[in-house]
């Protein structure tokens, strides 16, 4: 079973961040108190960030005592706090236009957006195998080619079980990906003890279940 580290995270992030491109349009799909939403502006200069949440509260029985929207976790008034918080924390970045905010699930924000309209997506919303098939659907369609879509908690074990894994494996087997392709394309933003040196511009080309986390391998969406 995988384990967290929380060290080998911070370092997987910022190598996320390094890829990013500069003045670009970019998505972050999970945005909780905007703490990585920062992170990208400051290392990205984003020429636009869209900031996507629906800040919910979830019922559901494998979230609600795990994850942090359950409600056992938080309240919904404690959400509609949250999203205050962050709307303060970019008044300035959303005054000038680099900041928009969209309090709404993936299918509808990006629903909105035009297809190969955006640079980057980060995809760390609803962790539930349904949600990260439904985000990554979205972010695959807007994603421009050689843009890149970088998955969050790309890892076994927690209460998601294999959602994540299982969505980004089945991801890359429908859509138009190839291997070892030019620059962009899917990358995970954790590292743990178990997954090592899965980042920057890799996923894990393992079999979910398995404990077989050496062999990597680079996706980038293939060009029309």
């Not at 400051?42 to 559901?60: I, M, N, Q, Y």
């Not at 494998?62 to 962050?86: L, N, P």
């Not at 994540?164 to 392709?181: D, K, Q, S, T, Y």
């Amino acid at each position: 079973m995988l384990k967290w580290n929380s060290n080998s995270e911070s370092a997987a992030r910022k190598a996320v961040l390094d890829m990013l491109p500069k003045g670009a349009v970019g998505i972050e799909i999970g945005v909780w108190k905007g703490d990585f939403s920062a992170q990208i502006l400051r290392a990205a200069r984003p020429g636009t960030l869209h900031l996507v949440d629906p800040w919910l509260v979830s019922d559901a029985a494998d979230r609600s005592a795990e994850a942090w929207y359950g409600e056992s976790k938080i309240s919904q008034s404690g959400m509609d706090a949250i999203c205050k918080q962050v709307e303060t924390r970019f008044a300035s970045e959303i005054a000038n236009g680099e900041v928009r905010i969209h309090r709404a699930d993936a299918t509808v924000a990006l629903g909105a957006l035009a297809p190969d309209s955006v640079d980057y997506v980060y995809v760390d919303g609803d962790h539930g195998y349904d949600g990260v098939v439904s985000d990554l659907a979205q972010a695959f369609r807007v994603t421009k080619a050689n843009g890149l879509i970088c998955c969050d908690d790309y890892l076994l074990g927690a209460w998601w079980k294999d959602g994540v894994v299982r969505a980004v494996h089945e991801l890359l087997v429908a859509a138009r990906v190839i291997p070892n392709g030019p620059a962009g394309g899917v990358c995970t933003s954790d590292v743990n003890l178990s997954l090592t040196g899965i980042y920057g511009g890799q996923v894990a080309a393992c079999t979910p279940g398995s404990t077989d986390y050496d062999r990597s391998v680079s996706h980038s969406r293939q060009v029309s």
